[in-house]
Structures are given as structure tokens and as C-alpha cells.
């Protein structure tokens, strides 16, 4: 466990190359394995291959989503308002697991936010995600998860950079 959080990290650089099916299969239970609060499991994952729909949403966002016109694949998470009132914190539960599961097994990505952001054309990116995929009023964005053959190989990060000065023992 302590190797892959310290081997991954964000990757925005694609071949442009198609995730193969079995990887993405296994970060999307990566997803679905995750906990949630009460177990009411709100969040659903919409899968993207399409290389239109993916330069459509490489849109998503008025910067930071540019990634996704040559990424081999995306997951866009979405939850059940209506579920829970805790979905932010289960999407990013699900989100940072796939994105560990997709590292662990050489896929790049990155985590691309849509809750609270707007899209380039001014639309919040929920309701932009609405209409690209026709998702009903009660579900909401959380975010969205570029995936891809990597081009580019970041350094890993190191245990001696890491800021102690974050922990507190006890008291603050
Ligand atoms: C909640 C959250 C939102 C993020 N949103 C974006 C984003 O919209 N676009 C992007 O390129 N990266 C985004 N990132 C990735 C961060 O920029 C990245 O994790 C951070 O710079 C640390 O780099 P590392 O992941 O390589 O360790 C996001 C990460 C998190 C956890």
C-alpha cells in the first residue's frame, strides 16, 4: 500500500492509446467497492471510450479538464442527492480509489473536480455533465477521472518530503 501512495501521482499525459477493457473493469470496482456512509452507496460511474464525447468533455471545465481530448478513457462521478447528504464524501472516497487501482495497474490519471466549478461555456459542470449524458435533476456532479496509457512519468514522492509539521500529537 505504502508503494503505490508513494509511486502515484497525476497524470495528465496520454499516447491517446484505449485503456484496455479488463483495467478499466477493475478500476471501476475499485469504485464500487469503496465504503459509504450508512452504506447507502449513492454514487454511479459513467464511462466514456468515445473519443468525441471525450474532446466534448474535455470542456467540462473552463481550465484543468484539457487532459481528457487525449486520454484513452474517463469516469465521470455522479451520486444520488436524493441518498445521501454525504455523497461529496463517498464520490471522493470512490474517486481516490480509482485512481490508486488505476495506477497500480499502470494506467495514468487524474482527478479532474466538477463539483463546484463551471465548464467553459459558463454552465455550473454539473449541468453541463447533465446535458452531454442526459442525467437526471437529482444526481450531482462530483468529478470526473481522466484515464490513460501514460506519456509522461513523474517522479514518485518521497517519505523524507513529506510535511510532519501537518500531524498533531494529542493536542494542536
Ligand atoms: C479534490 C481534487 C481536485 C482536483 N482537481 C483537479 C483538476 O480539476 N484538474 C487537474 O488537472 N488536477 C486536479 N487535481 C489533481 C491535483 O492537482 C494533484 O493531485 C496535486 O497537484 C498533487 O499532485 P500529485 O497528484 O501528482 O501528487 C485535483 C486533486 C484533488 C484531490
New binding site residues.
Partial sequence: MLDILLK???I?KYTGEAVPREKLELILNAGLLSPTSRNRKPCEFIVVENRDTLKKLAKV?DH??V?LEQAGAAIVVIADSELSSVWPEDCSIAMSNMHNMADSLGIGS????GRERYAENGQSSAEFVRDLFGVPQRYELQ?ILSLGIPAEH?EP?KLEELDQSKVHWEKF
Fill in positions: 502515484r501521482r497525476s495528465r471545465r484543468g479538464s487532459m487524474c482527478w479532474i473536480q468529478a513523474p514522492h
